[in-house]
Nanobody
Framework: QVQLVESGGGLVQPGGSLRLSCAASGSSASIASMGWSRQAPGKQRDLVAIITSGGSRGYAESVKGRFTISRDNAKNTVYLQMNSMKTEDTAVYYC?????????WGQGLQVTVSS
């Protein structure tokens, strides 16, 4: 079992920055990859960024060059630095972690980009 606790959501103006954090506990040593997905109202949940235990990263095309995912293995924490934010980044952001064939999810954070 892995528990994920997210923090850092909120309201930001277009062009602004926000950093999300996700701390893992439980069987965190078994985590193969961690990532962030988001879901806007009326839309499906989409992968935003992912990072493996070895440090390989992947990003959705819509956030490349603006978002950066990083991971502190000593703290079992993954971060999502979001820069140059756009109104279309508004969504609920979910942290997730993969252990073998199981995917664990956080409770979700509201991120709103608005002037």
């Amino acid at each position: 079992q892995v528990q994920l606790v997210e923090s850092g959501g909120g309201l930001v103006q277009p062009g602004g920055s926000l950093r999300l954090s996700c701390a893992a506990s439980g069987s965190s040593a078994s985590i193969a990859s961690m990532g962030w997905s988001r879901q806007a109202p009326g839309k499906q949940r989409d992968l935003v960024a992912i990072i493996t235990s070895g440090g390989s990263r992947g990003y959705a095309e819509s956030v490349k060059g603006r978002f950066t995912i990083s991971r502190d293995n000593a703290k079992n924490t993954v971060y999502l630095q979001m820069n140059s934010m756009k109104t279309e980044d508004t969504a609920v952001y979910y942290c997730h972690a993969r252990v073998d064939v199981l995917e664990y999810w956080g409770q979700g954070l509201q991120v709103t980009v608005s002037s």
